[in-house]
């Protein structure tokens, strides 16, 4: 026995880092739940090995285990019966019917148990998941605030208006701004600016694409997308123009228009269509300008991702002054009628400016409406001047207070602003009524990105469409065209506020309305919330209580002062007098404090979606830029929405649907990859996932290996304590005879304290004479 000291340059180490690729589908539609991508415990299955049962604990016991106990138990009692009687017996039979019902019995439990991906919605009273969702926000979050600066309980304010037709939705749907004593309406020279995707194909192969408006003024400008000439290859729609229709055209309606020839005698001689084709799923950035008179001379352009047609008006306008603006749909109605989309009723149920001194709507109203958009839109401005190419190629890329008025350092772009929805999260709206349960409302302002007391109340989900829709130039909310709440005057049983909005077209549509951008070809600035007075908003506050405009803060959502901390209960008849209406009795009168929030005493949003995922499926961590969650029917759309989400190498979730390039910055969720938890924030994507899940993601596993090189050097290792040790030669050859040699048999591993902390034992010894010299590679992986 020899001891050889191992020095530092006797180790070899390495590290193979594997990424194996994991897809998880889940999908609860249909007949039956499919699951695919399951991660079994057992590493290594056998379909072969049953459960064991002990046939002699079976006789003791007297109790039945399975029919092959039984079988076998007859085939033995034979052969001891046949031995006894010092005869033969046949046992074929029996032991034939034992091997099958060996076949058909139950598979050993070990190999069977799996464990999927965990997807939930915070809970309606406090339990494990309600924990789990704190420990996310209060311990996860803030531990990798260093490491990834988007984790916190906020989500990014960038987002688009999303407008798509369906069965289950509305088609008269829209937003409508009061253009009161024509504040929206250019004098003379005007651009129109505005980002757009047309996200969707027509519905089937045989049915025309509708051409949808964009923005729509009343005998001045309409603005609309068609199809295109490109097919895809299920024959649907895959490419689309922009059309334009001034002054006296832009009362033509749209779907009326022959896009071969738009151009034709009056009314339809100002009709243009872009040059330029659009490709479905990918954003664009769209400009309509002209000049009245100087250096224009009545020119104008349609401009399409940089590529422009002219058109010539010589007129001094071409605006008059109507009482709307329409963004996602055309109106169609006269302008005696367009004042009363804004009368009494509606002025005070939405907490619109009131343009008419009547109480009712136009006569058929939802018919007025014909010309849905299919499309994402946002970055929606309207100036009082002809933008040059100059200011128009910031515009590209940049927002609006970026750009100066050439000839004008101390003025912007956004001081010739007339008309302008980002649309940003802004924390206040008029009075209007708020729903609090399917049965009630209540008249109140928002501050909230979504509704807090339909929440935390009845559990329901509805996002404050009014709190992203603010005109930020004139400071005007615009009225909501079914895209609002309408309450039951009965008491119906069994009805949850789930139920409530899934069951209600224009709920369903006005949840999906704001999205998360996902254009990445634009960066806003957020000037107009910075000047304005709710700049220090709570909404904007972070965890390090700095205002940044581009967050909307999810925690404090409720006064903690409303929660009554002396009851531990969670029903009983004092907690339902105190709390009133429930996620279970949505038909109870409102009380003194939020149900939900009484009974988690969390009161930061529960308007999220958590995934958590064992370490089986990711290994040490989850790969960085891997990982991919799809909804491809975003829960009410009809199968119209799909929304994709992606991380970016940092920790934070954004959208990438869209074909061109992502906002990567964009925040709707957070990735903690070392954990195995997924957490999407935003509320615009309400029970994400929640049909069907589909993960794909790439996993980390590393595998670590040491070698030990352990030199056998001339002179060393010639001798052995072993009692039966014997000198022997290594052969009967002549020039042998002198030597002796050793038998390796092992190799120990020692600490300083010489105790044994790994051992190599040889399948073979290792023969050494006083002669030979050579090196033992010992290799462990880990």
């Known amino acids: 026995m020899s001891f050889v000291e191992l020095t530092k340059q006797l180790f070899e180490r390495s590290t193979i880092s594997l990424r194996p690729n994991i897809n998880f589908v889940s999908s609860s539609g249909g007949s039956a739940e499919v699951t695919t991508g399951s991660m079994y415990v057992a590493p290594v299955r056998s379909k072969c090995i049953k459960t064991i049962i002990d046939i002699e604990a079976q006789d003791e016991q007297s109790y039945a285990v399975g029919d092959y106990g039984e079988s076998l138990n007859l085939a033995i009692e034979a052969s001891r019966a046949s031995d006894y009687a010092g005869s033969s017996t046949n046992i074929f039979a029996s032991l034939k019917q034992y091997l099958k019902d060996v076949r058909g019995s139950k598979k050993d439990a070990r190999f069977t148990k799996y464990l999927d991906v965990f997807r939930f919605d915070p809970p309606y009273s406090f339990q494990k998941n309600t924990s ?113 229709q001034l002054s006296n055209s832009a009362d033509v309606r749209p779907n009326t228009v022959n896009l071969k020839a738009p151009l034709q005698n009056y009314p339809r001689n100002f009709i243009y269509t872009s040059s330029k084709e659009l490709k479905r799923n990918n954003w664009y950035h769209v400009t309509v300008r002209w000049g009245s008179s100087g250096a224009n001379n009545y020119y104008g352009s349609l401009i399409a991702d940089g590529e422009s047609t002219d058109f010539y008006i010589p007129s001094s306008s071409i605006f008059t002054s109507n009482k709307s603006v329409v963004i996602g749909n055309y109106w169609n109605g006269t302008s005696a009628n367009e004042s009363k989309l804004f009368n009494s009723t509606i002025a005070t149920n939405q907490g619109l400016r009131q343009l008419d001194a009547g109480s009712t709507d136009p006569a058929n109203l939802q018919t007025l409406f014909s010309n849905p958009l299919n499309a994402e839109i946002h970055d929606i401005k309207l100036f ?162 700095f205002y940044n405009h581009t ?61 958590d995922m064992s370490n089986l499926y990711y290994g040490n961590r989850i790969h960085p830029g891997s990982f991919k969650i799809i909804d491809n029917h975003l829960t009410g ?78 002179g060393m290792f010639n001798s052995s304590s072993n009692p039966t040790f014997d000198k022997i030669t290594p052969s009967n050859n002549v020039n042998d005879k002198d030597l002796q040699t050793l038998f390796v048999t092992n190799v120990n591993i020692h600490d300083d304290n010489f105790n044994i902390i790994m051992k190599a034992n040889f399948s073979q010894p290792i023969i050494k004479t006083e002669e030979d010299e050579f090196v033992i590679r010992l290799k462990q992986d880990f």
């Open 132 to 244: 789990i969702k704190n420990t996310i926000r209060k311990s996860i979050q803030p531990k990798h605030q260093t490491r990834y600066p988007d984790s916190g309980f906020h989500y990014t304010n960038y987002n688009t208006l999303n407008f798509y037709t369906g069965s289950y939705v509305p088609s008269d749907s829209c937003i409508i701004y009061p253009n009161w004593s024509g504040s929206y309406t250019p004098s003379s020279s005007f651009s129109l600016d505005f980002w757009i995707n047309p996200r969707y194909a027509n519905e089937k192969k045989n049915f025309e694409f509708h051409a949808g408006t964009i923005f729509h003024i009343s005998s001045s400008i309409c603005v609309s997308l068609v199809s295109g000439s490109s097919r895809d290859e299920k024959g649907l729609v895959d490419s689309y123009k922009i059309l334009l």
């Open 637 to 714: 759309s009809g199968g119209r929405v799909k929304i994709t989400l992606k991380d970016n190498k940092r920790g934070s979730l954004y959208r990438a649907d869209c074909n061109s390039k992502h906002a990567e910055w964009n925040n709707v969720g957070d990735v903690f990859y070392d954990e195995g938890i997924i957490l999407v924030k935003t509320p615009h994507l309400p029970y994400f996932c929640k049909d069907k899940t589909d993960i794909t993601l790439k996993g980390e596993q590393n595998i670590h290996t040491m070698i030990l090189n352990i030199p056998c050097e001339k």
């Open 551 to 611: 967050k909307i803060n999810l925690e404090d959502l409720v006064p903690t002062s409303s929660i009554f901390k002396g009851i531990s209960v969670e029903r009983g008849s004092i907690f339902n007098e105190i709390a009133g209406s429930s996620p279970e009795s949505p038909g109870t009168t409102a009380g003194a404090v939020l149900t939900i929030a009484q009974r988690t005493r969390d009161v930061s949003s529960n308007e999220i979606t958590v995934f």
């Open 384 to 545: 009082d001047k002809f933008l040059n190419d100059h200011e128009l190629n910031y515009l590209t890329s940049s927002g609006i207070n970026n750009v100066k008025i050439a000839g004008s350092e101390d003025s912007s772009l956004y001081d010739r602003l007339l008309f302008y929805v980002p649309p940003f999260f802004y924390p206040t709206t008029p009075n209007r009524n708020v729903v609090l349960s399917p049965f009630q409302t209540t008249s109140t302002t928002t501050d909230d990105p979504f509704n807090v007391s339909f929440s935390f109340g009845v559990g329901g989900k509805m996002v404050n469409l009014e709190n992203f829709t603010r005109e930020f130039v004139k400071g005007e909310y615009p009225r909501l065209q079914a895209l609002t709440a309408s309450t039951y005057s009965e008491t119906i049983q069994n009805l949850t506020a789930e139920n409530y909005v899934f069951h209600s077209g224009s709920i369903v549509k006005r949840n999906h309305t704001i999205l998360p951008n996902d254009n990445g070809l634009f960066k806003p600035d957020y000037y107009p919330i910075s000047k304005s007075p709710y700049a220090s908003s709570k909404s904007y506050k972070n965890s390090l209580d």
